[in-house]
């Protein structure tokens, strides 16, 4: 007996159904989203749990990482995409991923970070912030350091970006305490965990964490200064192998801003930061050494570890070995090696001007 066209959709409809629950228990099981203040949140879970301690299990591990104005096969994206893979694969820790980014690069951004996932099957968590609500947050420290530390208005380093460190603390969640920045053109030799390890070395007056840029840039925008004044600021250091604080009598290469460790809790309490921020503060940093930089906010920290260096904890250069040696082949060849070298254990290699990484 042949059956009522009626029944045999009846039929069809409840075997969909049961698919689309089946495919909805499915997902649970390995995506959760969360709400939060950020524009997008999501915790990607898969079988493979991260193993951790009962001491690391208390910790933070937030990374920052910028993605915006990126097109799909731009370097950018590239650099991007290898950047969290290498971090997943080498870290001992759980990592929190926060993303700046601006609509058009928001999708490539959840894609990459999907084949991250699938790829390793471990666990990924990442938050997104819209880089226009980011800007607004952080205007007035644009404002004051562009006419300074930017080669031309709405040039390259002149974007807010690449201020966003110095106010990113207004961007975080509050119960936000500490976090690192970093650039995407980075390979983690190493265990990231080595790098939040720093944070337990910092004195006590430490905001920020930098290793050295180990580039004569520095010695190239102070040499007017350096003619008319006897100091050190803009030399080698004389010693790598020993502690980097107060090592101004030694020399001071000024700081890379590629790694930048920050101390959130503190940075939101300091009314000496609010201070040294401020338009005379840094009027009076950039007249004294005839300062006109175009590398946005490391040259400001560049300028804050030699007037304030309580203020900055110099990490070793091992944490953020620059590979670019575009200054040895623009005047500086007979003296560029001092400013190269890097004595300590490599964690970080930092593929600065497009520097390809030996990986």
């Not at 409840?14 to 959760?32: A, D, E, G, K, Q």
């Not at 915006?68 to 994206?77: D, E, G, I, N």
């Not at 305490?177 to 910092?202: S, W």
Request: net charge positive.
């Amino acid at each position: 007996m042949k059956k009522p066209k009626q029944f045999i959709y009846i039929q069809i409809f409840l075997l969909m159904l049961l698919i689309v629950v089946f495919y909805f228990i499915y997902m649970s099981n390995n995506l959760t989203q969360e709400s939060t203040l950020t524009e997008s949140s999501v915790l990607i879970h898969t079988k493979t749990k991260t193993k951790t301690t009962t001491a690391t299990q208390k910790q933070e591990f937030n990374i920052w990482l910028i993605f915006t104005k990126v097109k799909k096969k731009s370097l950018l994206a590239k650099k991007f995409v290898n950047l969290v893979y290498n971090l997943i694969n080498v870290s001992s820790v759980p990592l929190t991923f926060h993303i700046i980014i601006d609509e058009k690069s928001k999708l490539l951004a959840e894609n990459q970070l999907s084949e991250v996932v699938y790829k390793t099957n471990k666990t990924l968590i990442y938050k997104f912030y819209n880089v226009q609500e980011c800007a607004l947050k952080i205007a007035d420290i644009v404002d004051v350091m562009t006419p300074y530390f930017s080669s031309k208005p709405g040039t390259y380093y002149s974007d807010a970006l690449f201020y966003i460190s110095l106010g990113l603390y207004r961007v975080a969640p509050v119960s936000q305490k500490k976090a690192i920045l970093l650039d995407c053109d980075l390979y983690f030799a190493e265990d990231v965990k080595l790098l939040f390890d720093e944070f337990n070395r910092f004195k006590s007056t430490a905001l920020f964490g930098l290793a050295p840029e180990l580039s004569p840039v520095y010695f190239h925008i102070l040499h007017m200064y350096k003619k008319k004044h006897k100091t050190t600021f803009g030399d080698f250091y004389q010693q790598h192998n020993t502690s980097l604080d107060n090592v101004h009598p030694r020399g001071f290469q000024g700081y890379n801003s590629g790694v930048v460790l920050i101390n959130f809790e503190k940075l939101r309490t300091s009314k000496m930061f609010s201070k040294i921020i401020s338009k005379s503060s840094v009027f009076n940093m950039t007249e004294k050494y005839k300062f006109k930089g175009h590398l946005g906010d490391q040259d400001f920290y560049t300028l804050l570890g030699f007037e304030h260096s309580e203020l900055i904890q110099t990490i070793n250069c091992g944490f953020n070995r620059q590979l670019c040696t575009w200054w040895q082949n623009h005047g500086y060849q007979d003296i560029f090696g001092f400013y190269f070298k890097c004595e300590h254990p490599i964690v970080v290699l930092h593929g600065n001007c497009n520097t390809k990484i030996p990986t």
